[in-house]
């Protein structure tokens, strides 16, 4: 069973949707989690990072449920720039920086 | 902001040969850096652990004599790929902590794309 679980997509949504993406984690030992972004061919960059309180910055809502080890990411208002592979990270390293990245899901935003 | 650079982004080397690739901080001393490789359609997953002045830690799988690590500066970590072949062919990136920031702070360089032939 992979460490960090995703669903690939892809996920093609009109301008202006709202799309949810989930994420499943097996190490209950994960401390800390994050949603990255990579676009086609290029490094990952950080989006946020996922806190039990749930998080909001601008339209992306990121929310974390450690009983269940699972993490989901919120885009609402969907823009096409926002078309890019979504990463569910964790770091089981206590701190560390050992992520551990899933295997991301595809969002496709047309017009 | 910090930057972090690789080079070089674009590699085609003959089966056989090794390939060296650097990472650079630009703008902070990172004691950790740390390589992983991706896979087309795939996650990127962590190779080894790249501390200054001392050995890197690999994952398991990960055969530290083909890809021998090398962090002998604060701002600079080398990955080789000694001995390449087709199968090693991938999109190799690097990242390096921040050691003054929260643990969410990891630069990536842009990657490097090696094509063994």
């Known amino acids: 069973r992979k460490e960090v679980e995703q669903d690939p997509g892809p996920f093609n949504v009109p301008e202006g949707a709202t799309v949810a993406f989930n994420c499943t984690y097996s190490n209950s030992a994960s401390q800390s989690f994050f949603w990255y972004r990579q676009d086609c061919r290029k490094e990952p960059k950080l989006l946020m990072s996922v806190y039990s309180s749930g998080n909001e910055d601008g339209r992306f809502t990121a929310q974390l449920n450690r009983a269940s080890q699972y993490i989901s990411l919120l885009i609402r208002d969907s823009k096409l720039s926002d078309s890019a592979t979504y990463l569910c990270v964790a770091d089981p390293s206590g701190g560390y920086n050992k992520l551990i990245f899933g295997a991301g899901t595809r969002l496709a935003v047309h017009p | 902001g910090a930057v972090v650079s690789q080079h070089p982004s674009w590699v085609i080397c003959k089966s056989g040969t090794s390939v060296k690739i650097e990472c650079r901080s630009l703008d902070f001393q990172a004691t950790t850096m740390f390589w992983y490789r991706q896979f087309p359609k795939q996650s990127l997953m962590l190779m080894a652990t790249?501390?200054?002045?001392?050995?890197?830690?690999?994952e398991q799988g990960v055969e530290k004599d083909k890809f021998l690590i090398n962090h002998a500066s604060l701002t600079l970590s080398t990955l080789t790929v000694t001995s390449a072949h087709p199968e090693d062919s991938s999109f190799y990136i690097c990242?390096?902590?921040?050691?003054?920031?929260?643990?969410?702070?990891?630069?990536f360089g842009p990657g490097t794309r090696l094509l063994v032939l």
């Open positions: 790249s501390n200054e002045g001392s050995k890197a830690t690999y």
């Open positions: 990242s390096a902590r921040h050691p003054g920031q929260g643990v969410e702070t990891q630069y």
